[in-house]
């Protein structure tokens, strides 16, 4: 079956913009997570859904980022009044269930440069 | 917030060379999973290791995690390009992730 896939798999916007990104998570996995990789880094957590609400959002930086799950499948990443720093690659993954010993897939990422 | 060390940052050998990458924590992994990286790729899961002082195998790759729980390594035998790539520990759970050991392996 199809595994995680995001896109668009790479964006250029410019400083102050707003942007989406989008994750679709393998059927039927209920908990979806979306990371940030800066170069030469791990990923950082930045929130954790299970099923249509977000379970853990301790991991956004700031209030201009925010995620929507509306049906507990596509999940969307939003970003706005972009900022230089914001660029990075934003990772989603999915499990079959929450937190616990299950598996998380990872999407291939989307790429994000603010310039 | 648990911190993860890993080391070396970079790594560069030739095939057939063995090496070792580290991992440790400031405090005690309920567990903890290594990862493979390749560009342009999300991590991919090699291992999830649960009991102190449990070592696990895969093919050439050997894992093992420390009694106390706070450090792991993994150990590569006979190194080939096709391992080249970002290898990361994370806690399990809500994943936090050490910064990685970038591996390049020369033929």
């Known amino acids: 079956g199809a595994g995680v896939s995001q896109t668009p798999s790479n964006k250029v916007t410019e400083k102050g913009k707003y942007v989406e990104l989008r994750c679709d998570p393998i059927?039927?996995?209920?908990?979806l997570y979306w990371y940030r990789q800066s170069l030469g880094q791990g990923p950082e957590f930045l929130i954790y859904?299970?099923?249509?609400?977000?379970?853990?959002d301790s991991g956004l930086p700031n209030d201009r980022f925010f995620a929507v799950r509306p049906e507990g499948s596509v999940s969307t990443l939003k970003i706005q009044r972009t900022e230089r720093g914001d660029s990075a690659v934003y990772l989603c993954?999915?499990?079959?269930?929450?937190?616990?010993?299950?598996?998380?897939?990872f999407g291939p990422g989307t790429r994000l440069t603010v310039l | 917030t648990q911190l993860l060390e890993q080391s070396p940052q970079f790594l560069s050998i030739q095939e057939g060379e063995n090496l070792t990458v580290y991992c440790n924590s400031s405090?005690?992994?309920?567990?903890l999973q290594w990862y493979r990286q390749e560009p342009g790729e999300g991590p991919v899961l090699l291992v999830t290791?649960?009991?102190?002082?449990e070592v696990k195998k895969l093919k050439r790759l050997t894992f093992q995690f420390g009694d106390a729980r706070k450090d792991s390594s993994l150990h590569i035998t006979a190194a080939q390009p096709g391992d080249t790539g970002l290898y990361l520990c994370?806690?399990?759970?809500?994943?936090?992730f050490g910064q990685g050991t970038i591996l390049t392996v020369h033929p």
């Open positions: 993954a999915s499990s079959l269930s929450p937190l616990g010993t299950d598996t998380q897939y």
């Open positions: 059927s039927g996995h209920t908990a």
């Open positions: 859904f299970q099923g249509t609400g977000a379970a853990d």
């Open positions: 405090s005690v992994f309920s567990s």
């Open positions: 290791v649960v009991t102190g002082g």
């Open positions: 994370a806690s399990h759970g809500k994943l936090t």
